[in-house]
Structures are given as C-alpha cells and as structure tokens.
C-alpha cells in the first residue's frame, strides 16, 4: 500500500482487526521511509458497479462519495459513526446483491432517504432537500407533516 505521504511504495501493517461489523477489516500501516501512520480498510466487493447518472452518463460506484452523503446530511447531529456506517455498508451490500450492475442514481438517493429516515428527521430533510429539489419553503412544511403525521401515529419512532 502507498504511503500518503511520502508516496513510498511499501508499507507495513501493525495492526488488524475486523470493522463494520466484520464486513470490513481495519489495517494500521506504517511506513518504514518516513514514519507515517496511516488506517486502511479492506472490504469484500461482489462486482463492479456503475451508477447511471439522470443524463445518461455512467459512473463508476464510489462508497466513499455515498458516506460523504451521509456525513452531510447528518453534519452536527448527535449519530454514532457506526450506524451511518452500518447504514451505508447495508446499502452497498443491496446494490452489489441485486445482480445488476448498472444502478440508476434514482435508485440510490431513495434508499439513502430511507436509510436517513430511520436514522435521524433533520438529516432525512437535509437530504431530501436536495434530492428532490426544494425550491420553496412549502416543500419544506410537506415533508415535516409527513414525519409528523408519522410521529403521531407511532409515538414511539
């Protein structure tokens, strides 16, 4: 593995240990030319996704870009790492076992509104905002009845 910052090819790992509930593992590396410490991971990928973009454009998939997704959404809100990663690593292992291996965008944004549904109210706004394009307050309120109303009914979620 690289190193990040000196750009040496060689690295040695110090330390493994399972992560993400074991469907990851957690690899600290240190660089025997500059010292640097660095945290890698290791996850099991089924196939190659490419995600189809609402104009046309195929991209490859990239979890990390999905995880950013998830950290602003949820930027200052009082949720643990490990259910946004938990969530995320749910939604990659959906993609990977449908058996497509072109997904659409559309696809995608739904289940991370679904996921951000369970996992905090302001983070689904946040996110819905901008996935489905607000553009006046109203939009806003409808949402807000929508989790309301589900409140109501549930007190308990």
Known sequence: MRCPYCGSEDSQVKDSRPAEDGAAIRRRRICPDCGGRFTTFERVQLRELMILKKTGRKAPFDRDKLLRSFEIALRKRPVDRDRIERAVSGIVRRLESSGETEIPSEEIGLQVL????????????????????????????????????????????
């Not at 996992?119 to 949402?143: C, Q, T």
């Open 114 to 157: 679904e996921a951000l549904k369970a996992l905090d109210d302001v983070g689904f706004v946040r996110y819905a905002s901008v996935y489905r394009d607000f553009s006046h307050a109203d939009d806003f309120e409808k949402v807000i009845a929508e989790i309301s109303a589900k409140i109501a009914r549930d007190p308990g979620a």
